[in-house]
């Protein structure tokens, strides 16, 4: 059967798409979640993360003989369990796999919205995006709210994805060509798994897309806290940027962005330094420093500094804008 989205378009039926969930604690939520995939959908894919309750029980009792159950013998963490979700549906045939929550956060009704960029062969990713619909919006808990806005900034900045927004948004749509490529070990087992998803989809210069939609809380307890939004996400970031600009701007490439980073870094480490010494000599003696002596070390910080922002400029204009191919 050829999936027919909302609008009434038939999507190619050589798509095989199949829905990976990861499950942990969602026994009262599951079920639902099933039942409303919608019945083009060729496979569906629960991986029980070590749930202490009945979720996997709960899952195969929906009766839907799409399902198919992968099982942990102990909790891995959400990004685990999607990376066996992955490769039990790709061994099965999919060439488009949508992560969806088992605890009832992603509507159905959006689904073929998120799967669409990848049919029409537009995208390698797609991924949802609350931050749009400003009236939904209002209904995402103020934390979810705080922490996704800084967040998104962050990501943005670690993963070269400017065009994107709302990092940690779970309905998401991955293509099958693009997941083969991955390298699963820089894929976080757990919490930073959406996050480090991206950075990695950066290096193969994947093609990455949001869907808007909007933001669907109920029952649910979130997962993002204060503790982790603030402490735990900077420092994966930032080793997550680091990672990516050296493998993308200095070992798979080195381009005029290349240069712009190592003569900003340069530049402002050669100002603050000098600087940095010519001021406790002139604490230490009373004499203060003459006006050469300052321009020694405030214009190399503002050429420096200018030069970095050039590098962020040309990193704004190198987001993959070209889909992946079977090549």
């Given at each position: ?39 083009w959908v060729e496979g569906i894919v629960v991986v029980d993360d070590a749930s202490p309750d009945a979720s996997a029980e709960q899952a195969l009792a929906s009766g839907d003989p799409r399902v198919s ?71 995402m808990p103020a934390v979810r709210r705080l922490g996704n806005l800084g967040l998104s900034f962050l990501t943005k900045l670690a993963s070269g994805y400017w065009n994107i927004f709302d990092p940690t ?159």
């Amino acid at each position: 059967m050829s999936p027919v989205s909302a609008d009434g378009s038939v999507f190619p039926g050589r798509e095989r798409i199949f829905v990976v969930i990861p499950m942990y604690r969602v026994e009262a939520h599951i079920r639902p979640v099933i039942a409303g995939i919608p019945p083009w959908v060729e496979g569906i894919v629960v991986v029980d993360d070590a749930s202490p309750d009945a979720s996997a029980e709960q899952a195969l009792a929906s009766g839907d003989p799409r399902v198919s159950q992968v099982r942990h013998t102990d909790n891995r963490g959400v990004g685990a369990a999607m990376i066996s979700g992955y490769a039990r549906a790709v061994e099965l045939g999919a060439t488009i796999m949508v992560k969806m929550d088992g605890d009832g956060q992603m509507a159905p009704e959006y689904f073929c919205d998120v799967v669409r960029p990848l049919v029409s062969g537009r995208a390698d990713y797609a991924k949802g995006n609350r931050f749009v619909m400003s009236d939904a919006l209002l209904h995402m808990p103020a934390v979810r709210r705080l922490g996704n806005l800084g967040l998104s900034f962050l990501t943005k900045l670690a993963s070269g994805y400017w065009n994107i927004f709302d990092p940690t948004n779970g309905y998401t749509a991955l293509s099958t060509r693009a997941f083969l490529r991955l390298n699963l070990d820089h894929i976080h087992h757990r919490y930073f798994f959406e996050s480090s998803m991206l950075v990695e989809l950066n290096l193969l210069r994947a093609v990455v897309v949001d869907v808007n939609m909007p933001a669907r809380y109920t029952d649910e307890i979130s997962s993002l806290s204060i503790s982790k939004a603030l402490f735990e996400f900077p420092p994966l970031l930032l080793r997550s940027l680091a990672h990516r600009v050296w493998l993308e701007y200095f070992v798979t490439d080195f381009s005029l962005g290349s240069l712009y980073l190592v003569f900003g870094v340069l530049l402002n480490a050669w100002g603050f330094v000098f600087g940095g010494i010519k001021w406790i000599q002139s604490i230490q003696t009373g004499i203060p420093a003459t006006t050469g002596t300052v321009m020694l070390a405030a214009m190399p910080v503002i050429l420096g500094f200018q030069l970095l922002l050039s590098a962020v400029a040309y990193d704004v204009q190198n987001i993959p804008r070209v889909p992946l191919t079977d090549q």
